[in-house]
């Protein structure tokens, strides 16, 4: 199955709020879904594709050293495209001052100033760099429930736990990684045995299977 075609499904799936941005990169730029929103009075924000045939009708003023290149009105020029989405969006050019590279931006807000817009996406990657946080460092295997609420308290049961661990960490004075105690409790969940001493077992248990593989190691 084609990935990106199974990403663009899923806004067939998304029940849209007037009113609400839905921020998204380009592998979700499908004219005919993207109308969707406008029809539901929901604003997007994603990224353009190489090669976009557009028309300009409008350039618009932008503010000297944000970052904003241009913010034109423009209109889609291929008559699929046009049958798809018969109607105006915004487009947007940026240079990112932190990192230099240029970004262009498709929405159909044409009230936000042309930097907010360019925020909004920006704030779409650092949410999903927390996800990416969230696979790499909470214990969740699978979640127990489907619902949004579910899940929600799921997420947040994790995150408690995860903070919980990093105080008590930096309290006693640890020198295993969160991870490494995060694991020694999910084996020992059961045994009565204060923490420090429980991770100073372990940590001890592992410096001498190290010295062990050393050991081995050293004979060949």
């Avoid at 090669?51 to 020029?77: M, N, Y």
């Avoid at 105080?167 to 991870?179: D, F």
Wanted: net charge positive; proline share 3%.
């Amino acid at each position: 199955m084609n990935r990106k075609k199974a990403d663009v499904n899923i806004l067939d799936e998304l029940i849209l709020e007037p009113g609400a941005f839905y921020v998204m990169d380009r592998g979700y730029v499908d004219f005919a879904r993207l109308y969707r929103f406008v029809l539901a009075g929901a604003f997007f924000v994603t990224r353009a594709k190489a090669g976009l045939k557009i028309s300009r009708l409008e350039s618009r003023p932008v503010e000297e050293g944000a970052g904003v290149r241009s913010d034109q009105v423009v209109w889609l020029t291929l008559r699929k495209s046009i049958e798809r989405y018969p109607d105006r969006f915004r487009r947007i050019s940026y240079k990112d001052p932190e990192t230099g590279r240029a970004l262009v931006f498709l929405t159909n807000n044409f009230d936000l100033p042309a930097l907010t817009i360019a925020r909004l996406y920006k704030s779409r990657w650092r949410v999903e760099l927390f996800f990416k946080w969230i696979k790499q460092n909470l214990r969740i295997k699978h979640f127990f429930g489907t619902s949004d609420n579910a899940v929600k308290t799921q997420v947040w049961i994790a995150i408690c736990v995860y903070v919980l661990v990093a105080i008590v960490r930096k309290e006693l004075g640890l020198t295993l990684s969160l991870s490494q105690i995060l694991q020694v409790l999910t084996v020992n969940v059961f045994e009565q045995v204060p923490l420090a001493q429980l991770v100073a077992k372990t940590a001890s248990q592992n410096e001498t299977f190290g010295l062990r593989n050393q050991l081995v190691f050293n004979m060949f």
